[in-house]
Nanobody
Framework: VQLVESGGGLVEIGGSLTLSCAAPGPIFNENSMAWFRQSPGAGKEREFVAAIEWTDGLVFYSMPAAGRFTISRDLHKKTMYLQMREMTPEDTALYYC????????????????WGRGTQVTVSS
């Protein structure tokens, strides 16, 4: 599954940003899509942010994301979104979207397809 992220950029502390992940091709058999992020620095692993079940729309969040971020999807446009608000410098990272047959997993290795990422930088 091809995934294309967009919407990254520079935002001030406390600001908001919305990321998009488009799936231009077929997404048959994909049960969930998710957002992960990788902070700058050597050895940083991809951190789970949020996931959404593609058909039912059930959502799951990491602790840092809960209450500030909102994940959603548009079935017709085959696009997933991540609305971020009250952003802090700790949100600075390369944000990736992922898709897989897994049901809303927080483990990166359980996802089959990945985008190339979109950079989000929160200025201090």
């Amino acid at each position: 599954v091809q995934l294309v992220e967009s919407g990254g950029g520079l935002v001030e502390i406390g600001g908001s940003l919305t990321l998009s992940c488009a799936a231009p091709g077929p997404i048959f058999n994909e049960n969930s899509m998710a957002w992960f992020r990788q902070s700058p620095g050597a050895g940083k692993e991809r951190e789970f942010v949020a996931a959404i079940e593609w058909t039912d729309g059930l959502v799951f969040y990491s602790m840092p994301a809960a209450g500030r971020f909102t994940i959603s999807r548009d079935l017709h446009k085959k696009t997933m979104y991540l609305q971020m608000r009250e952003m802090t410098p700790e949100d600075t990272a390369l944000y990736y979207c992922a898709a897989g047959r897994v049901i809303a997993s927080s483990v990166p290795d359980t996802y089959d397809s990945w985008g190339r990422g979109t950079q989000v930088t929160v200025s201090s």
